[in-house]
T-cell receptor, first 115, second 112 residues
Framework: AQTVTQSQPEMSVQEAETVTLSCTYD???????LFWYKQPPSRQMILVIR??????QNATENRFSVNFQKAAKSFSLKISDSQLGDAAMYFC????????????FGTGTRLQVTL | NAGVTQTPKFQVLKTGQSMTLQCAQD?????MSWYRQDPGMGLRLIHY???????DQGEVPNGYNVSRSTTEDFPLRLLSAAPSQTSVYFC???????????FGPGTRLTVL
């Protein structure tokens, strides 16, 4: 079974600074997808970024980018120019290529953004 | 499009009661799932479906039933509620094997 580990329960960043959230995963599969979801206090799960394992290029969405290291099974999220609205829980998730319905989540990292 | 909708948003049950959490999507997605979120444990998969008439168990299926009679709806049934089922429940749908799942707004369930 796959596992996803987020070793940072809480992180803090100053507004306009950059922060990196860590995620590692364990799998024996070669074809899979990785995701970062944001959960603000409203509890809505919002997709931040998606990475396909067979693509070597790191995914980027505006101020959000990932550092995907397939051999090391690492998938960190970098948030640049942090904003107060970035404060939320962030979840890393794994999905096998052939199982669209089944995500495995990490335990989450709570990000605080300070002035 | 309304996306993924869930009702109710909040529910309080007594131990032993049964109820159904509703989930519907209007995006014609084949894949749908139910997750529960507990403090410090992330989201865990309860049941999932790869199409109408096809369901399967996830990581924590005990105490829950599902059915998928249409593409749009995927209700989750609690047969006899227990305090251990106090949680936030999320429904999700996916468009195809490579797409990211879309989540509903969640249902906060408390079992007394």
């Amino acid at each position: 079974a796959q596992t996803v580990t987020q070793s940072q329960p809480e992180m803090s960043v100053q507004e306009a600074e950059t922060v990196t959230l860590s995620c590692t995963y364990d799998t024996s599969e070669s074809d899979y997808y990785l995701f970062w979801y944001k959960q603000p206090p409203s509890r809505q799960m919002i997709l931040v970024i998606r990475q396909e394992a067979y693509k070597q290029q790191n995914a980027t969405e505006n101020r959000f980018s990932v550092n995907f290291q397939k051999a090391a099974k690492s998938f960190s999220l970098k948030i640049s120019d942090s904003q107060l609205g970035d404060a939320a829980m962030y979840f890393c998730a794994y999905r096998s290529a052939g199982t669209a319905s089944k995500l495995t989540f990490g335990t989450g990292t709570r990000l605080q953004v300070t002035l | 499009n309304a996306g993924v909708t869930q009702t109710p948003k909040f529910q309080v049950l007594k131990t032993g009661q049964s109820m159904t959490l509703q989930c519907a999507q209007d995006m014609n997605h084949e894949y749908m799932s139910w997750y529960r979120q507990d403090p410090g444990m992330g989201l865990r998969l309860i049941h999932y479906s790869v199409g109408a008439g096809i369901t399967d168990q996830g990581e924590v299926p005990n105490g829950y039933n599902v059915s998928r009679s249409t593409t749009e709806d995927f209700p989750l049934r609690l047969l006899s509620a227990a305090p251990s089922q106090t949680s936030v429940y999320f429904c999700a749908s996916s468009p195809f094997s490579g797409g990211a799942p879309f989540f509903g707004p969640g249902t906060r369930l408390t079992v007394l």
